[in-house]
């Protein structure tokens, strides 16, 4: 898109070097040196008042005349002082940019808009582009946003915009620059997954129930339960896989009642069916029907990525962990499939502080067979804790961050700074992206409040 850029560069530097106006209609100027850089003796005469400078003047005697006659030379009163050419911008043709752009400094370590974000752009670099490539109320698309720099460039010039990261740093640190932003349309935030579900139907059985058991982190295991087909375990409870392929009919309540009539007396408080989501009767909303004290979940598949399910294999999207990993490209599919991790957490308060003490950490999904085996305590599938540490309206405003590996290296502690009433809001994201909030109130743990957004990968 640079590559084919051309623009005045001249309205980029307006603002500083032309601020002289005579109020003649001719619009602001900037004054130019009139002396010969090199020694030009035909050029060394007086012109008026002002004797000549050492190496002669620019411009012949006609020309100087020319040009005074047409009111484009300054003339200072004192003679000692040097007449000087009057620039006017509204005449500056600008000229085309080219690959290298150097007027536009870089958001360097002291830049009061830095916000801490790698390879953050400045945000005049992106005005630039914008508004030499569109025009005000268009659609700007980044779908690499990092922090966000595009989405504020654009709001201040006018232009809507859609902001897409897959990083969950990167989407709170833009979510927060947003909203400390003022100028601009109010905006929403959308954790968005792929929905596309026509070609689930074409996929073989076999191969459904293998992508969706991987999908659903469940194991893997034949087996049956009073006749009925179990296909694997999720967190130890039995994974039913609707036979879509054997029956006529969709998946309605009739179905789950008639399976639990079967079952029911003998599972224990879960049972989890998975099902295209294009093989769902229209009129079933819930996602969990409860009969007894058995809850039955309901795992629809709606996903784009089917089709390319006999090509690659079925990968969740990772998070950062480390700060050089925060620009890392990612290359697979994400789902919008809620899986809350677990975190067992030590907090002390002390004056205008608390320190945060991570025991241990379960990433969704986790099934609870593996949680014996894991290393530190399944720490290392923390990705970063986000902090704001004055939560509240309008909801939660990213502060700051601590990476896994950094936590590590600190023994799982941190420590928060706050004003004595402030609720301190912790979002805990495991590597594949979903996010357990925990809320520490007058130094105390609470579960997670009502009113609080609940996000996953
Ligand atoms: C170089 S940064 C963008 C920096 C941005 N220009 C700024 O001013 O902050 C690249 C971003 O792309 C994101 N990214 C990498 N792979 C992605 C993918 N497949 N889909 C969406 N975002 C991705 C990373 O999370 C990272 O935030």
Not at 181 to 207: I, K, S
Not at 378 to 387: F, I, N, S
Request: hydrophobic share 40%; proline share 6%.
């Amino acid at each position: 898109m640079v590559g084919g850029l051309t623009l005045g560069l001249g309205a980029v530097v307006a603002g500083k070097k032309y601020v002289h106006d005579d109020d003649d209609g001719r619009g602001k100027y900037r004054l130019d040196n009139l002396t010969s850089p090199n020694p030009r003796p035909n050029m060394m005469y007086e012109w008026q008042v002002y004797p000549s400078p050492e190496k002669g003047w620019r411009y012949s005697r006609v020309t100087m005349d020319e040009l005074d006659g047409d009111g484009r030379i300054d003339k200072p009163a004192d003679k000692t002082k040097r007449p000087q050419l009057k620039r006017y911008f509204d005449e500056n043709e600008g000229q085309a940019v080219d690959d290298m752009w150097t007027d536009i400094p870089p958001v360097n370590s002291q830049a009061t808009d830095r916000i801490g974000y790698p390879t953050q752009k400045p945000v005049a670099l992106l005005e630039r582009i914008l508004n030499a490539s569109t025009n005000a109320g268009d659609v700007v698309l980044d779908c690499f946003a990092g922090s966000g720099t595009t989405a504020v460039a654009a709001r201040a010039i006018d232009r809507r915009w859609i902001a897409v990261d897959c990083g969950k740093l990167a989407m709170y640190t833009a979510q927060r620059r947003l909203l400390s932003v003022t100028a601009g349309a109010p905006f929403d935030v959308c954790h968005a997954g792929l929905y596309d579900n026509t070609l689930l139907e074409q996929l073989p059985p076999a191969g459904f129930r293998a992508f969706t058991l991987d999908l659903f982190g469940c194991k893997p295991e034949a087996f049956s339960i009073a006749g009925v087909p179990m296909a694997g375990r999720r967190k130890g409870d039995p994974v039913h896989v609707f036979p879509f392929d054997q029956v006529d009919a969709d998946l309605d309540e009739t179905y789950i009642e008639t399976l639990h009539q079967r079952i029911g007396s003998q599972v224990d408080q879960a049972v989890y069916v998975i099902v295209p989501e294009a093989r769902c009767d229209p009129g079933m909303f819930q996602d969990i029907v409860e009969l007894g004290s058995t809850r039955y979940f309901l795992l629809r598949v709606p996903y784009s990525v089917i089709e390319l399910l006999h090509e690659r294999d079925f990968q969740l999207t990772s998070q950062p962990s480390a700060l050089d990993q925060v620009n890392d490209a990612l290359d697979a599919y994400g789902f919008d499939f809620i899986d809350l991790p677990e975190v067992d957490l030590d907090v002390h308060s002390q004056e205008g502080k608390v320190r945060v003490v991570v025991n241990a950490f379960h990433r969704g999904g986790l099934d609870p067979d593996d949680a014996a085996e894991l290393d530190d305590a399944g720490r290392g599938d923390l990705a970063m804790v986000l902090v704001d540490p004055n939560y509240g309206e309008p909801g939660f405003r990213l502060a700051e961050h601590h990476f896994g590996e950094a936590l590590k290296k600190q023994d799982w502690t941190f420590e928060v700074a706050h004003a004595d009433d402030a609720t301190v809001m912790l979002v805990f994201i495991d590597v594949f992206g979903n996010e357990l909030r925990r809320v520490i109130r007058q130094g105390t743990i609470e579960a997670q409040p009502a009113d609080a957004d609940e996000v996953a990968a």
